[in-house]
C-alpha cells in the first residue's frame, strides 16, 4: 500500500506534505468541525485569588475513577495557578452564556468583577447559574506539545435543566 497522503474524497483541505506535515490551518479548520460544549475553568491563587479562563478542550477520561481533563495553552498566563493550585472547577456554560465565555477569554485584571460566584467546599470558585459544574482535585499535569494537559479527579459534581451555549466551525452556536 502505498504512503503518499492524499486528501480524503469529498472533504476539503486535505493533507498538506506528508503524514509528516499536516497544515496548520487546515489541522485547525478540521478540528473545528468537532462540536464542543463551552467551560470555564476557574482555581485560587495562593493569596485566595480567582481565576477563570474558557475552555473547550474539556473532555471525561475515567468513570472509575472518575478523571476529567482541560488542555492548556503554554502561552496563558493564567497557566501557572492551575499548575500550582490542587483544586480546579470546570464551569459548563449555559445557552444564554456567551458573555461569560467572551469575559474569561479576553484581557481583564479581574476577570470575576461584578460577577455572581461562590466558594465551593475546596474553596475553587464556581460561577453562579452555569448548567453544570464539576470540582476536582488535580492528580496530573503533564506537557504535551505546546499545552500542558491537567488531569483531575471529580470530587463533586452537580448539573440543571437547561440548554448549553456550543462552540462549532470557530463560532457560538445554540442547540434547536
Ligand atoms: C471558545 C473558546 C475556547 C477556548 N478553549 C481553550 C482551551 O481549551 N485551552 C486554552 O489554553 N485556551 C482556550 N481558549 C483561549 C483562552 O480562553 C484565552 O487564551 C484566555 O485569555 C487565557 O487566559 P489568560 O489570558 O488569563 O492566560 C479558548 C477560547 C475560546 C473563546
Redo the contacts with the bound molecule.
Keep these: 500500500m502505498s504512503s503518499k497522503a492524499v486528501p480524503a474524497v469529498g472533504l476539503t483541505g486535505g493533507v498538506a506534505d506528508g503524514l509528516n506535515n499536516i497544515d496548520t490551518w487546515i489541522y485547525r479548520r478540521t478540528c473545528a468541525q468537532f462540536t464542543?460544549g463551552?467551560t470555564v475553568v476557574t482555581t485560587l491563587d495562593s493569596h485566595g485569588h480567582p481565576?477563570g479562563?474558557?475552555?473547550?478542550?474539556?473532555s471525561s477520561v475515567s468513570l472509575d475513577p472518575p478523571l476529567v481533563l482541560?488542555?492548556?495553552?503554554l502561552?496563558?498566563?493564567?497557566?501557572g495557578h492551575f499548575i500550582s493550585s490542587s483544586w480546579f472547577a470546570i464551569n459548563i456554560l449555559a445557552e444564554h452564556q456567551e458573555d461569560l465565555?467572551?469575559r474569561?477569554?479576553?484581557?481583564?485584571e479581574n476577570?470575576f468583577i461584578d460577577l455572581n460566584w461562590h466558594a465551593g467546599p475546596s474553596g475553587t470558585p464556581l460561577l453562579d447559574g452555569v448548567l453544570a459544574q464539576l470540582e476536582c482535585s488535580v492528580v496530573s499535569t503533564f506537557e504535551a506539545g505546546d499545552?500542558t494537559v491537567l488531569i483531575g479527579e471529580v470530587r463533586r459534581a452537580g448539573h440543571t435543566e437547561g440548554k448549553p451555549l456550543v462552540?462549532f466551525d470557530s463560532a457560538?452556536r445554540q442547540l434547536r
Design positions: 464542543t463551552i481565576h479562563m474558557t475552555v473547550n478542550s474539556f482541560v488542555s492548556i495553552d502561552k496563558n498566563a493564567i497557566l465565555s467572551r474569561f477569554s479576553s484581557p481583564s476577570r499545552h462552540f457560538y
